[in-house]
């Protein structure tokens, strides 16, 4: 019987408890502020970011990890002989899965490596699938299996307060369109299927956004079956716990979690916004792996 280790990067905006509860591996991305460089969530936290990000001059950069970081910790893995599931942000967004992938050649052991197709804890509900099927002991075959349903199953949706940082950071992707909107209008964008950021509603003032946010859940989830949820902002935890509690109005929640965005993800989104990531909860995804 194989021990699975599951990989992630630091974009999944993971907390400490649920890296600490699954023993997840986790890469940090980097991310720098003119000549100074962090590593997200290392020596960089969402709070000390969002800081930065409002008083600096300067656009924070971020790069994906490198092959080598990722080649020390598969091979630190590897020598206990364990089976590595390393799950990424989307290939569309970000370098990361190439340069995992690019590691994955470099050991003996064996390493899957997967595109989540989303970011934040979009990435976060598909690590933790992974981790508790891996936790139950299923086999490689099904934990693969579980975290593919899981990818096809997770909805990411958010709402950014500005386009700027995506525009200047050259991550809009299909959002672009949304551009010359007013001022007024408030772009609500998700992660399509392919991984890219897109438009998915558009919706006029503050106060429409969280009504907006909570039908696209509804749509795309369905309310029928209990759920993992995951509730991100960007320095907007007032709205943040306002869209949880009106979510926890229309589901039945297993695995909840409320959290800032970190830096890498933080970076290209910018402060103000505020996402939902959910999925139907490990049992159901599993049922209907079976059924």
């Known amino acids: 019987m194989h021990h699975i280790r599951i990989v992630t990067d630091s974009t999944a905006d993971l907390s400490a408890e649920q890296v600490n509860k699954y023993g997840i591996k986790v890469i940090p991305i980097n991310v720098s502020f003119g000549t100074s460089t962090y590593a997200d969530g290392v020596d960089l936290s969402a709070e000390e970011f969002f800081k930065k990000l ?3 001059k300067e656009l924070p950069k971020t790069s994906q990890p490198s092959p080598e970081a990722f080649h020390q910790a598969y091979k630190e893995l590897a020598s206990k ?3 590595i599931l390393s799950i990424h942000i989307s290939d569309k967004l970000s370098g990361t899965l190439n340069s995992a992938r690019l590691a994955s050649n470099m050991v003996d052991t064996k390493v899957i490596t997967i595109d989540s197709k989303t970011a934040s804890q979009g990435i976060g509900l598909s690590v933790l699938a992974a981790a508790e099927a891996a936790r139950r002991e299923m086999s490689v075959e099904e934990v693969v299996a579980v975290t593919e349903k899981s990818v096809a199953g997770t909805f990411s949706v958010f709402a950014v307060d500005t386009l700027e ?3 200047r950071n050259g991550r809009i992707g299909k ?4 551009l010359g909107s007013l001022l007024q209008i408030k772009p609500i964008l998700y992660a399509d299927p392919e991984g890219m ?3 998915y509603d558009k919706v006029r003032g503050q106060s429409k956004i969280i009504p907006s946010l909570v039908k696209a859940a509804l749509k795309n ?3 029928d079956k209990p759920v993992n949820l ?3 902002h960007t320095d907007a935890e007032e709205s943040a716990n306002e869209l949880l509690k009106e979510l926890q109005n229309h589901y039945e929640t297993v695995d909840l979690h409320i959290g800032m965005v970190g830096p890498a993800i933080g ?3 910018g402060p103000g916004a505020l996402g939902l990531m959910i999925q139907p909860s490990f049992d159901s995804l599993y049922a209907d792996l079976n059924g």
């Open 54 to 56: 409002t008083s600096s």
């Open 81 to 83: 002989g364990e089976v």
């Open 165 to 167: 940082y995506l525009q």
């Open 175 to 178: 959002a672009a369109s949304l």
């Open 197 to 199: 950021v897109a438009p």
């Open 221 to 223: 989830v369905g309310a």
């Open 230 to 232: 995951s509730v991100v």
């Open 267 to 269: 970076a290209h989104i």
